[in-house]
């Protein structure tokens, strides 16, 4: 969905398919089906063992796509609802930040997105070897900060770009550098950054 969501897609056979998908993938409670045991069986990093938020985090995007049920926006409330919004926000509570930012009920959520929303910055300081602006789906954030901030955050992800092209990573997962440099090029050039 992410791709999807960079290429600007909102119509067609491609995202019907992935709608229709996600709405009969989605529980009634809200979550997803999350095959932990395949999951663990392949080299993988230890948060997708955890994929509580996933039913959000489609919600989002479906909302942002103004696709998707009143049905199905319930469910995902119900997701929502057992959810405390955090005190600091970590690098992988992305889910929840599209739930309030794209979902039809979002303005039942005004309070809790605008805490959320003053908690960026020091998220992107905490985790700056991340480069959560310019890697799938945390470039989201992007749209609620101050322009010069992500000119800032910018700059330092093509300060990290090595001899090679290739942007450091802070895994030691070889096969995920050169997903994370495609995705930052695609995103400086999304935001108009490449200049």
């Known amino acids: 969905m992410s791709y999807i969501d960079g290429l600007g897609a909102r119509e067609g056979e ?10 009969n993938a989605l529980r009634q409670d809200g979550s997803m089906f999350h095959p932990r045991s395949e999951v663990v069986s392949y080299p ?15 919600a989002g995007f479906l909302g942002k796509w103004g696709r ?12 929502f609802t057992t959810r405390d919004i955090p005190d600091e926000l970590g690098k992988y509570d992305y889910p929840l930040y599209m739930y309030l930012r794209r979902s039809p009920d979002a303005d039942n959520h005004a309070n809790a997105f605008a805490s959320m929303g003053k908690m960026i910055p020091a998220m992107l300081d905490k985790f700056a070897s991340h480069h959560p602006l310019f890697v799938f789906p945390y470039r989201w954030y992007s749209e609620d900060l101050d322009r010069d901030l992500v000119v800032a955050k910018a ?24 997903i994370w440099t495609l995705q930052l090029l695609v995103s400086l050039e999304s935001c108009r950054l490449l200049e």
């Open 68 to 79: 998707g049920s009143r049905e199905f926006f319930a469910r995902a409330e119900k997701t």
């Open 44 to 58: 993988h990093g230890s948060w997708w063992e955890d994929d509580s938020g996933s039913g959000l985090a489609v």
């Open 14 to 23: 491609m995202v019907g398919d992935v709608e229709r998908w996600i709405v």
């Open 155 to 178: 700059k330092a992800a093509v300060a990290d770009l090595q001899e090679d092209g290739g942007l450091k990573i802070p895994y030691d997962l070889s096969w995920w550098r050169t």
